[in-house]
Antibody, heavy 120, light 107 residues
Framework: EVQLVESGGGLVKPGGSLRLSCAASGFTFTYYSMTWVRQAPGKGLEWVSSISSNTTYIQYADSVKGRFTISRDNARDSIYLQMDSLRAEDTAVYYCATNVGGTIDAFDYWGQGTLVTVSS | DIQLTQSPSFLSTSVGDRVTITCRASQVISDSLAWYQHKPGKAPKLLVF???KLENGVPSRFSGSRFGTEYTLTISTLQPEDFATYYC?????????FGQGTKLEIK
């Protein structure tokens, strides 16, 4: 059974940093591109960042470019999202997801999400 | 960026109804469109990919179709567990984008 478990969310002050983790199991992690998607309170889903299986292809939404860094550790079946210079508008539930195929694709498995709150 | 416009944003409906949700793309995206179901506090669930392909395990009352740049998700006979928010997503080109969502509410 595919499982994605996010962790690392919490309350952080504006300008602060946070590192999210997503631990994967139940599939051959090294084969798949992975993605972070977020949902701000009362809003819809917003794509944040994707990383290819071998890390050669990485993309970011304009809203986070230069502040967030996605990475993966194929030995640990995990992906990460380093979030720096956080803003109030980054407050959201952050989901990790598996890409069906390539780095630009649909997402067939999702975690339950981890809540990030940016507030003073 | 490719814009996806979903309609309606809210739909008050009843168990047993037939429901159609529409997603219009701002440019040609071929069949690179997916539909998701999202319930509060849960992980989003992929229902349809490639515009009309049903994901494994998704009930056959769900179906997707395409006409040009207009895509529809149809639920043939609404069940109690179908009350949720539905999103379309394009993956024709980066950045991938989502529609704003359609919330199905119990009438």
């Amino acid at each position: 059974e595919v499982q994605l478990v996010e962790s690392g969310g919490g309350l952080v002050k504006p300008g602060g940093s946070l590192r999210l983790s997503c631990a994967a199991s139940g599939f051959t992690f090294t084969y798949y591109s992975m993605t972070w998607v977020r949902q701000a309170p009362g809003k819809g889903l917003e794509w944040v960042s994707s990383i290819s299986s071998n890390t050669t292809y990485i993309q970011y939404a304009d809203s986070v470019k230069g502040r967030f860094t996605i990475s993966r550790d194929n030995a640990r079946d995990s992906i990460y999202l380093q979030m720096d210079s956080l803003r109030a508008e980054d407050t959201a539930v952050y989901y990790c997801a598996t890409n069906v195929g390539g780095t630009i694709d649909a997402f067939d498995y999702w975690g339950q999400g981890t809540l990030v709150t940016v507030s003073s | 960026d490719i814009q996806l416009t979903q309609s309606p944003s809210f739909l008050s409906t009843s168990v047993g109804d037939r429901v159609t949700i529409t997603c219009r793309a701002s440019q040609v995206i071929s069949d690179s469109l997916a539909w998701y179901q999202h319930k509060p506090g849960k992980a989003p669930k992929l229902l349809v990919f490639l515009a009309s392909k049903l994901e494994n395990g998704v009930p056959s009352r769900f179906s997707g179709s395409r006409f040009g740049t207009e895509y529809t998700l149809t639920i043939s006979t609404l069940q109690p567990e179908d009350f949720a928010t539905y999103y379309c997503q394009q993956y024709h080109s980066a950045p991938v984008t989502f529609g704003q969502g359609t919330k199905l509410e119990i009438k």
